[in-house]
């Protein structure tokens, strides 16, 4: 969500319903938390952010660092199939611990 949007939708709360929200859900996205986390006071708002995004970011910059660094490709190194088995193991490892 834009930051504007998230902005104006955690202000009207105290305004139109008398309340404070306490959690901002988010899918990474750092600006629209960067624009309410202080609202209310500081650091008044917490983040909280879906599982299922973790993974995918470290498989985008693994693959992204396998393509700028040449040496860490190849056979019995960072291979496709092996960045999609961490993936994997992060998402179970989340799903544990949460």
């Known amino acids: 969500m834009e930051p504007l949007g998230v902005y104006r939708i955690f202000e009207r709360s105290v305004e139109m319903r008398k309340l404070q929200y306490a959690n901002f859900f988010g899918d990474g996205d750092s600006k629209g938390y960067a624009s309410v986390k202080d609202i209310y006071g500081k650091n008044t708002v917490a983040k909280y952010e879906c599982i299922g995004h973790i993974p995918k970011r470290v ?21 496709g199939a092996f960045i999609d088995k961490l993936q994997n193991y992060t998402m179970a490892l989340l799903s544990v611990t949460m």
């Not at 498989?59 to 291979?79: A, F, I, V």
Request: glycine share 20%; hydrophobic share 20%; proline share 0%.
């Open 59 to 79: 498989g985008t910059k693994l693959r992204k660092l396998k393509s700028k660094r040449k040496d860490l490709g190849g056979r019995g190194k960072l291979t």
